[in-house]
């Protein structure tokens, strides 16, 4: 089921496909894992990081979202202040230990993590590390989701060499972009992960490029959308609401500029 709703739902993202599939399953499957799973989704603002973890919980708990089993942080909701900081570390920290301690298979979202005070992130370092338990309570079986814009112009220009280069973005690989994505992570201060203990001492598990949307992949969002408001599919009417979004580079309208963030409005203009 989760192959097939990455399959079905989410678009021009093939890497992202691949590597949450099998880093998902691989971790549900396994009875005694060593570890917590950490994946870390980056690029552009629209390309589908929300809806893959909504995706992953949705084929974990029956309640999705609404799951008590599932916890989602946004750094400018619930770590706002810098001067609190020691305070949010705390609070991080009971907040997890309590949550594990009901259920094992807890999920922990990270939102705008580039929004994140830099060494934040590393207060949850002890639970993502290979310790059997730490005062009784065993994080092995959580599954840790950071979501960032971060990393977005690193992807956004590897995938535009590869484009200049005449080869297709479906033939890009992981390799090809997760060492400069880490590597660019670890050196950035507005990333959430500036020099982060848990790049250091490699305790992400995979870091997970979403590619920047082509005109191809917003008129799939269209059509998307559509299904979902109960409405037959019109591809004359998706091309026109794809054609008014925005794109760039400004010399070869490449990419989409907001993803497919945008479409369920602008798809309204014309409803």
Aim: charged share 25%; hydrophobic share 40%.
């Amino acid at each position: 089921a989760l192959q097939n709703d990455l399959k079905e739902k989410l678009f021009g993202q093939h890497l992202a496909q691949e590597v949450i599939f099998r880093a998902v399953t691989g971790f549900i499957s396994n009875e005694n894992p060593k570890k917590p799973l950490a994946l870390s989704l980056h690029g552009w603002t629209g390309t589908g990081k929300n809806f893959v973890s909504k995706i992953i919980v949705e084929n974990l708990y029956d309640l999705g979202m609404q799951s008590k089993f599932v916890h989602l942080f946004v750094s400018t909701v619930h770590f706002p202040h810098n001067s609190l900081i020691p305070l949010y570390k705390d609070q991080l920290q009971s907040w997890i230990r309590g949550n594990t301690s009901s259920c094992a298979r807890s999920v922990f979202i990270f939102d705008e993590m580039d929004k994140m005070h830099p060494g934040l992130i590393d207060a949850i370092k002890p639970f993502l590390d290979y310790y059997e338990h730490i005062d009784g309570v065993s994080y092995r079986k959580a599954i840790f989701i950071f979501l960032s814009n971060a990393g977005g112009e690193l992807i956004n220009r590897r995938v535009l060499e590869f484009w200049k280069e005449g080869k297709r973005r479906e033939d890009l690989e992981l390799k090809d972009v997760e060492n400069v994505l880490s590597v660019g992570l670890f050196n950035n201060i507005n990333s959430g992960f500036w020099h982060s203990s848990l790049i250091e001492k490699n305790l992400i598990d995979y870091f997970v490029p979403f590619l920047p949307l082509e005109f191809v992949h917003v008129k799939k969002c269209v059509l998307a959308e559509m299904r979902h408001r109960g409405y037959e599919e019109d591809k004359d009417l998706a091309h026109q609401v794809a054609k008014e979004m925005t794109y760039s580079p400004k010399e070869e309208r490449l990419f989409s500029d907001k993803g497919c963030k945008t479409v369920p409005a602008k798809l309204s203009l014309h409803l």
